[in-house]
């Protein structure tokens, strides 16, 4: 259960977050006690006292006006995300009881999942630099494109609507969480508002027809699900247009080797040793095995794209060793708690070269209980992993002394030739392609959709795929028309891959039947309308539909907070 250290310990690790979060309170209270806010047409709305920040503005309405005179296709484009999202908004609020369904039967059978990083309130949200899956500057992008096609077609159907636009803005927390257009309400909604610091005036008109505010609504829906449509097309599309370059990294360059004299470094590719094609770990070691000492090797590289070619000459022995890889973790193990991830290749413990299964099994038949070790492992995409005095664990065999770390083994595809200095790993890079490149085939079944919506957090190997950046882009090169882009075509991927994700989820969310998303309104004219065949007093039908809306929205709300919060309940921060 909580408790105060578990607290403290929190604040602590987060103070930064802590620190930037009280400022941001203790100026935003400053500026608006003073009325400064308020000139500016920025209003602040607090809740539990933290403030929400709504920065106004009028520009953009001439352009707004010249889009919408194409009155028949933006009324046609929202009565299509009517159905849409009824059928998300049916999706999101089923996915919401399954999750709290299982969190309830989960603490009957105490089968509560520890905190992880996947149930962090921090990547509840899908706010770039706080997120630790969305990449800052990608996903800045993806939330200014997502919010502006939202925003702007409401505002677009309320134009359609002779709605009128008071202002359009940003929504702001510490950093921008969302956008808006702002509609004359009373209009709207029938809603009267308050008139305390309106800076715009108001013009009179009868309320929107139901029709007319649904179209509103679900406009902004529409222009998510809409652009994430045309982002992953295009995603899919332009990854036809790259390909992989081979699949064996060099992860370690021996210090003192003639690999290094020749000036390898690790996270070039590989492709081959004197004219002769690499395309493995096991061609690699068994070409190796062939050098004889003295003889003159041509390693042939790529190196961020570039094709290079490097001589050096073998050194005495030509001794190899294949590399260990994580078969599995097992649950409850310091390997776990650790960090420690299955397919990862274990290359040293604190000064002790791995260079095979037997190097490992020496190593740790020498080890007690209590030990701390410093144990390197590359990654599946063959990028360094440090984990720092790792605490071994009695073993759970009666009897053995030695210390348990929590892994099964095999041999890896990587491969270390002490005659040349240098380890390697392989790495998918055609099949890791070919997997990505088949998910539009899979959208005909439910595991198209969990690998599409999944892709930035599991992905296709359980740990998550960012976009095309860092050492994964080694293995790959553009081809055809996008070889013009050259390396730019991995950012340009990265930018649709983002912008799709980000708005087909951000459209999701705004389903879900809980005032005031777009969602909860809807939901509150469909419950009108259905109401009114039944029952024919109007404010009857008006309070009632109020009345569910309300509750709706504080279920949503809870079983939210609970789904979150349930794993520190259960076990602590």
């Not at 702002?182 to 009267?192: A, C």
């Not at 294949?322 to 960090?339: C, N, Q, R």
């Not at 009897?399 to 040349?420: E, H, M, N, R």
Request: hydrophobic content about 50%.
């Amino acid at each position: 259960m909580l408790n105060l250290t578990d607290i403290i310990s929190f604040l602590t690790s987060y103070w930064y977050l802590v620190v930037i979060i009280f400022a941001y309170v203790i100026l935003v209270a400053f500026l608006d006690g003073r009325g400064t806010l308020n000139k500016y047409n920025i209003t602040a709305h607090y809740i539990f006292g933290f403030p929400i920040l709504m920065v106004r503005t009028q520009r953009g309405q001439a352009f707004l006006d010249r889009l919408a005179v194409y009155k028949r296709f933006w009324r046609t484009f929202a009565n299509i995300g009517l159905p849409a999202m009824l059928l998300g908004m049916a999706a999101m609020f089923a996915l919401v009881l399954l999750f709290d369904i299982s969190m309830i039967s989960a603490f009957q059978t105490n089968t509560v999942p520890e905190p992880s990083k996947f149930s962090e309130p921090r990547n509840i949200f899908l706010i770039p630099g706080i997120n630790e899956y969305i990449p800052f500057w990608y996903g800045i992008i993806a939330l200014i494109v997502t919010l502006a096609v939202h925003e702007f077609a409401h505002a677009i159907l309320c134009k359609v609507e002779g709605i009128k636009v008071k202002s359009m803005g940003i929504l702001l927390a510490v950093v921008p969480i969302g956008g808006f257009a702002e509609p004359d309400e009373e209009q709207l909604l029938g809603k009267k508002e308050e008139k305390a610091g309106e800076s715009f005036p108001q013009e009179s008109k009868k309320p929107a027809t139901r029709s007319e505010r649904v179209r509103v609504l679900a406009a902004g829906v529409m222009a998510n699900f809409v652009t994430a449509l045309i982002a992953f097309v295009l995603f899919f599309l332009l990854l036809s247009y790259i390909s992989p370059v081979g699949e064996v990294m060099v992860t370690n360059v021996l210090a003192g080797s003639p690999a290094e004299t020749a000036g390898i470094k690790p996270g070039m590719v590989l492709t081959g040793i004197n004219n002769t094609q690499i395309n493995s770990g096991n061609d690699f070691l068994i070409y190796s095995r062939t050098l004889q000492p003295g003889s003159n090797v041509t390693l042939e590289l790529i190196n961020h794209g570039v094709r290079e070619e490097k001589s050096l000459v073998a050194a005495v022995g030509n001794e190899t060793g294949t590399a260990v890889k994580v078969a599995s973790v097992i649950e409850g193990s310091p390997a776990e708690a650790a960090g420690i991830k299955k397919n990862m290749i274990l290359v040293r413990i604190d000064d002790t070269e791995i260079k095979g299964i037997g190097d490992f099994v020496a190593f740790m038949n020498s080890t007690s209980p209590g030990q701390k070790l410093d144990i390197y492992f590359m990654s599946n995409d063959s990028s360094p992993v440090e984990f720092r005095s790792v605490e071994l664990a009695n073993h759970p065999e009666a009897g053995v002394q030695k210390g348990f770390l929590g892994i099964t083994y095999s041999a890896a595809d990587g491969a270390i030739s002490y005659s040349l200095g240098i380890g390697i790993g392989q790495f998918p890079a055609k099949k890791y392609l070919s997997m990505l490149a088949s998910i539009p085939s899979l959208l005909t079944e439910r595991t198209g959709w969990i690998l599409l919506l999944s892709l930035p957090i599991f992905a296709l190997t359980g740990e998550g795929f960012p976009g095309f950046s860092g050492l994964i882009t080694n293995f790959y090169e553009p081809t055809g028309p996008a070889v013009y882009f050259g390396a730019a075509i991995f950012m340009i991927l990265n930018t649709l891959m983002w912008i799709g994700w980000m708005n087909f989820y951000v459209g999701l969310f705004n389903c879900l039947p809980a005032v005031p998303l777009d969602g909860g309104h809807v939901f509150r004219d469909v419950m009108t309308s259905s109401l009114s065949k039944v029952i024919r007093n109007g404010e009857r039908v008006e309070n009632l539909s109020n009345a569910i809306v309300v509750i709706f929205a504080m279920l949503i709300l809870f079983s939210l907070l609970f789904v979150t919060f349930a794993p520190y309940a259960a076990h602590g921060i």
